[in-house]
């Protein structure tokens, strides 16, 4: 167990609509990242919070947004829905935003989009 | 610009025998390295991770991993498979000197370890 909690962990719903992932960071950790991973493109990292604060982003369509609130969870919204959205979405936290930072994943949430 | 080649997508491997999965890197910066597993179903576990010291880096569960500037590469060894290593696994590059913290995957590599 990481520590990185995620809810829901399944969910499906239908082309044009809109859905809520949520995450909670390990105890302590400040940054929060959110990745895709797709049977076509991989895992992507998709957005990146460090405090409240949008850090980095990444490939993230526009129909997708995220926040991180005052008490480090974290939320991403996808809206819009299409096919193409049906993937599994992590999220990961590290105590600080740097690259030799270890970064811890939580479970993920499998979205199936129909 | 960060990116990471996995060599191989399968490796099947008997039980009892070494597994050699093998990942080169590209970096425009100072490497941080690491080895995640995916086990069916399940969220990412770190294996293992190279920042700058010791170039062989050992890791969980029997394995390890030796980092090579000259090869730019970061193969992920065992010595001896087991059943339960079946799994995905990812070669990961980041920017170590960075302050920001984004991960570059590889494509996965699959491994099957037959009884």
């Known amino acids: 167990d990481s520590g990185v909690t995620q809810t829901p962990k399944h969910l499906i719903t239908a082309t044009g609509q809109r859905v809520t992932l949520r995450c909670s960071p390990r105890?302590?950790?400040?940054?929060v990242y959110w990745y895709q991973q797709s049977l076509d493109q991989g895992l992507q990292f998709l957005i990146q919070?460090?405090?409240?604060?949008?850090?980095a982003k990444g490939n993230i369509l526009e129909r997708f947004s995220a926040q991180q609130f005052p008490d480090l969870h974290s939320e991403l919204n996808l809206s819009s829905l299409e096919l193409g959205d049906s993937a599994l979405y992590f999220c990961?936290?590290?105590?600080?935003?740097?690259?030799?930072?270890?970064?811890?994943f939580g479970p993920g949430t499998r979205l199936l989009v129909l | 610009a960060q990116s990471v080649t996995q060599l191989d997508s399968h490796v099947s491997v008997s039980e009892g025998t070494p597994v050699l999965l093998r990942c080169n890197y590209s970096s425009s910066y100072s490497p941080s390295l690491f080895w995640y597993v995916q086990h069916p179903n399940k969220g990412l576990q770190l294996l293992l991770k190279?920042?700058?010291?010791?170039?062989l880096v050992k890791g969980i569960n029997g394995f390890e991993a030796e980092f090579k500037k000259s090869e730019t590469s970061f193969h992920l060894t065992k010595p001896s498979a087991h059943m339960s290593d079946a799994a995905e696994y990812f070669c990961?590059?980041?920017?170590?000197?960075?302050?920001?913290?984004?991960?570059?995957f590889g494509r996965g590599t699959q491994l099957t370890v037959w009884p």
């Open positions: 919070y460090y405090n409240g604060e949008e850090r």
């Open positions: 190279y920042t700058s010291a010791a170039t």
């Open positions: 990961a936290s590290s105590a600080f935003p740097t690259g030799q930072e270890t970064q811890y």
């Open positions: 990961v590059v980041s920017e170590r000197g960075s302050t920001l913290g984004r991960l570059y």
């Open positions: 105890s302590g950790d400040l940054s």
